[in-house]
């Protein structure tokens, strides 16, 4: 059983369209993650949610919409992609009092 | 402003001790050091942490100087599957808004 799931893995879309990227954890963890990896592979924080409750949001443009419709999922909306917008996208969870994140294996988005 | 400093890249021969160096001399009182790697394009994996004493799991052994202005991985047997990038990283913020700022990292080649 994959601890931490995304989909879809791959992803590739014209720019001005809106995409979804869906995350699950089944680990039981009360807190969970967006990350974003560009090209020169740097990670950056975008969204955490704990138990549904946003906490972190790093001056994320909003056509970044998170959404956790429960404490297991967390899903990643994004309108009107841009051609900045390709990157590897990582969802993350944890404990809230551990700094354990446990990593999806990544969606990579190409925006054309 | 990940708040760490590592060496870009090194090599260690097959068999042998990797030490990978991180200096965080800005580091308070109340934070911790977590190491994480990313091997190829995966999701980054958590090694170990630790806020003043040295620690040792299953992976690896962290080493913290006295006035914890730097640390030292170590995996004490490292093989080819080892060969990842490493992270060394300052967890900063206050309770319950916790966040992991990945820095460049030490790109680890192990040589057959």
Do not use: A, M, Q, Y
């Given at each position: 059983d994959t601890a931490v799931s995304q989909t879809p893995k791959y992803l590739v879309t014209q720019m001005g369209n809106d995409k979804s990227i869906k995350c699950e954890q089944n680990?039981?963890?009360d807190t969970m993650y967006w990350y974003k990896q560009d090209s020169k592979k740097f990670l950056k924080i975008m969204f955490s949610y704990n138990n549904k409750e946003?906490?972190?949001?790093?001056?994320?443009?909003?056509?970044f919409s998170p959404k956790s419709p429960d404490k297991a999922h967390l899903n990643l909306h994004i309108n009107s992609?841009?051609?900045?917008?390709s990157a590897v996208y990582f969802c993350a969870s944890s404990w809230r009092v551990t700094g354990e994140l446990f990593f999806g294996e990544g969606s990579r988005l190409t925006v054309l | 402003d990940a708040k760490t400093t590592q060496p870009t890249s090194m090599d260690c021969a097959e068999g042998r001790a990797a030490n990978l160096p991180c200096n965080h001399s800005t580091i308070s009182g109340n934070e911790y050091v977590y190491w994480y790697r990313q091997i190829h394009s995966q999701g980054p994996q958590y090694i170990i942490h630790g806020l003043k004493n040295n620690e040792t799991n299953e992976m690896a052994s962290l080493i913290i100087t006295e006035d914890r202005k730097s640390s030292t991985l170590i995996l004490p047997h490292a093989t080819l599957r080892d060969t990842a990038v490493y992270y060394c990283i300052v967890r900063v913020g206050n309770f319950g808004n916790e966040k992991l700022t990945f820095g460049t990292g030490t790109r680890l080649t192990i040589i057959p």
């Open positions: 680990l039981g963890h946003l906490i972190i949001n790093e001056t994320v443009p909003n056509r992609l841009e051609l900045g917008d | -």
